[in-house]
């Protein structure tokens, strides 16, 4: 074992269910003068109190709703304006049971992290408290798919940390992405991204970081306003509206370095190193179709965090790839990624497989 890997390993997380397509601060009356970004957590625990905001303990229940949770209380560790919270979001309190095996490996990879565990109930709440304003809108979605997405981006602007969907497994901490760092963003795969949607790039909101008041989430909320004004909104298009479709939008006017972007996760597989299974027929078609697509060898990648000193524990015929957080690399062409999918098996490398590459 290398010195890079005898240190802590990269953090990252891996999607095991189906992954399809990851498929105007308001204050209220009484603080009129005062963004989201500005309230203090006693404002935020005031507003949530009774909601449905839950705590939850080892088992992935919810400990209570009644009680006053202060996102301050969540430690912080040098180095990173990410709070160490986690969020997870479900219409109730009594989590889906195949979510919650899931949710045990973040307690278990991030231990003293806070969790806030967000409900129909509470998620209404902190709307009315901290983007009133939003509350028609919030309403007028036909789906909860909508609000979740939607409720995602307003969290992380007044409360920050860390959002994951809950069919994601967290394979190692995630501490060492968020060093240095205020606004971090996933990728789909480079598979779904090439393949699937024809870009090469295709941001997807299934895990978001940041610290408190990003304005990024600024841009992202008015662009979903905007959406939910001049779109017709159906069951069929929350991308379009509210979801990846639109945060691919956002981030390519505002950019990832510039005042108000947000930095991506780079390699995407980093974070989701499977693809959906379901479309690997397709995206074999694809490929075939794609002249010269099998041509060559393929190393396997594995990815490095140098400045966090760990990665992945590199063979003979694997190619080291450092981990971008920020402005992204380049990336993959069509032809790599079908030599990499057939190498592969046209089948998702094993959880240890992932472990070993540093995903």
């Known amino acids: 074992m290398g010195a890079a890997t005898r240190n802590l390993r990269v953090a990252a997380v891996s999607i095991l269910a189906v992954l399809g397509s990851c498929a105007e601060p308001h204050g209220s009356r009484d603080d009129e003068s005062r963004t989201p970004a500005m309230l203090s957590s006693r404002h935020l625990t005031q507003g949530l109190r009774g909601g449905g905001l839950l705590d939850v303990d080892d088992d992935g229940r919810g400990a209570g709703g009644d009680e006053d949770v202060d996102p301050e209380d969540a430690p912080e560790k040098t180095g ?33 992290w806070r969790v806030m565990q967000w409900t129909d109930n509470s998620m209404l709440v902190f709307v009315r408290k901290f983007f009133p304003g939003d509350e028609a809108m919030w309403h007028s979605f036909p789906t909860g798919v909508f609000r979740a997405d939607t409720f995602r981006y307003m969290v992380l602007r007044v409360v920050g940390g860390v959002y994951a969907d809950l069919d994601m497994e967290s394979l190692r901490p995630i501490d060492p992405l968020l060093e240095g760092h205020t606004c971090l963003l996933g990728q789909e795969p480079s598979a779904h991204a090439l393949l699937l949607v024809n870009k090469p790039r295709h941001i997807c909101n299934a895990w978001m ?42 981030l390519a006017r505002v950019g990832h370095g510039s005042p108000g972007g947000c ?70 062409t069509k032809a790599e990624v079908c030599c990499r999918l057939e190498a592969d098996g046209w089948a998702n490398p094993s959880r240890e497989e992932m472990e070993r590459r540093g995903s």
Do not use: Q
């Not at 973040?106 to 231990?111: E, R």
């Open 263 to 332: 930095g991506l996760v780079d390699p995407p597989e980093v974070l989701y190193p499977g693809v959906d299974k379901g479309a690997l027929g397709r995206m074999r078609e694809k490929c075939r179709a794609s002249e010269g697509s099998n041509e060559g060898t393929c190393p396997t990648p594995v990815y490095t965090l140098r400045d966090g000193g760990a990665g992945g524990s590199g063979g003979g015929s694997d190619v080291v790839k450092d981990i971008l957080l920020g402005v992204p690399g380049k990336a993959p």
């Open 80 to 112: 990173s304006k990410i709070p160490r919270i986690l969020h997870f979001l479900w219409k109730s309190d009594e989590l889906p049971r195949f979510s919650v095996g899931y949710k045990r490996t973040w307690l278990k990879h991030h231990p003293g």
């Open 209 to 250: 970081a940041s610290a408190v008041g990003e304005p990024f989430w600024d841009y992202v909320l008015e662009e979903v306003r905007r959406r939910a004004r001049s779109v017709e909104m159906s069951r069929w298009n929350p991308p379009v509206v509210t979801g990846p479709e639109m945060l691919t939008h956002v």
